[in-house]
């Protein structure tokens, strides 16, 4: 699942378990599926971040290099 979906689905979660309709067992479930998600997206962005680190050391290895014109 991706993190934008997993997002949208706890925050579904939330609205439902804020309305406090819920059975007991019916929150323990909500509860336990926010659980899972909030793990899924926080893999996501630990993913995200890496990626995000990687191109930045990268980015500085990139030396800036005069252009020359060869007007022969």
Do not use: W
């Not at 934008?4 to 509860?31: C, P, R, T, W, Y």
């Not at 996501?44 to 930045?56: M, V």
């Amino acid at each position: 699942m991706k993190f934008e979906e997993s997002l949208k689905e706890l925050e579904e979660i939330v609205a439902k378990m804020e309305q406090g309709n819920l059975s007991i067992d019916e929150s323990i479930a909500a509860f336990t599926k926010g659980i899972e998600l909030c793990k899924n997206c926080s893999k996501e962005l630990e993913a995200a971040k890496g990626k995000i680190t990687i191109l930045q050391k990268e980015m500085e290895s990139i030396k800036e290099v005069p252009f020359e014109v060869n007007n022969d």
